[in-house]
């Protein structure tokens, strides 16, 4: 294990994202990391001639329990109150669930799906996402072990012996410059919203000429070879 930095009391942890990893206010490192992954998906669109003018063709149904769930996590609970918190997070989850599986046709929404229950299990069981001390030191934020011990509640706190499930939990390191942890759902989601993005830019299919040689060809009647007027029921009369 490496060595813990000095404790900084501006750092605070009161939220968690859409994918269950925890907020260091100070670097807003969720938000970079949830932006790289929407430029890499759109910058990918863009190389495989996509636009994203396509974007606003894609249906999303009840877009506004996503909204709802997302605002649910932003309520700052205090570390104390360890009953409202969890309620919080899980009715969170429970509206995003639902936004999903109600879109999950859509392009990527299978991932999405996977990944928040995958984060909710681990939640439900442990009363709270646990954050593995090896992997946060190791993304560079062991100098948030102490904030996390003091305002750690029930959406996350620092993980021990009697967490359950935990490679499920945040256990993942990502380094400098993003330098967050994060989980295996928190991943799939991310590929999710990826995947939904380029699938949402791809080029739309024009209508096959071919389509409308056919419908022409329907109409009119059929010429014989060698230059004979084409044959007409009358002609027989």
């Excluded at 807003?28 to 790289?36: E, M």
């Excluded at 605002?71 to 700052?76: D, E, F, I, S, T």
């Excluded at 959406?155 to 945040?170: E, P, S, V």
Aim: aromatic share 6%; no cysteine.
């Amino acid at each position: 294990m490496g060595k813990e930095g000095p404790f900084d009391p501006r750092v605070r942890f009161p939220l968690r994202t859409l994918a269950g990893g925890p907020m260091v206010f100070s670097d807003d490192v969720i938000v970079k990391l949830i932006l790289g992954a929407i430029v890499l998906a759109i910058a990918i669109g863009f190389v495989i001639g996509g636009n994203l003018r396509n974007l606003s063709h894609v249906h999303i149904r009840w877009p506004v329990l996503a909204l709802l769930g997302l605002g649910l996590q932003l309520v700052p609970v205090d570390a104390n109150a360890g009953r409202l918190g969890f309620a919080l997070l899980m009715a969170s989850y429970a509206l995003l669930m639902t936004f999903v599986v109600l879109n999950l046709r859509s392009a990527g929404f299978p991932l999405i799906v996977i990944g928040l229950f995958l984060n909710a299990l681990v939640i439900g069981v442990n009363h709270g996402m646990p954050v593995d001390r090896h992997a946060l030191i190791a993304s560079g934020q062991g100098n948030t072990l102490q904030a996390l011990v003091r305002e750690g509640g029930a959406k996350h706190h620092l993980a021990t012996a009697d967490d359950r499930l935990m490679f499920l939990g945040d256990v993942i390191a990502v380094p400098e410059p993003a330098g967050q942890v994060v989980s295996v759902g928190d991943l799939l989601t991310y590929i999710g919203v990826i995947w939904f993005v380029l699938a949402g830019m791809r080029p739309r299919r024009e209508p096959v000429a071919s389509d409308a040689r056919e419908s022409d060809s329907m109409g009119s009647p059929e010429r014989p070879p060698n230059g004979a007027p084409p044959h007409s029921a009358d002609s027989t009369r």
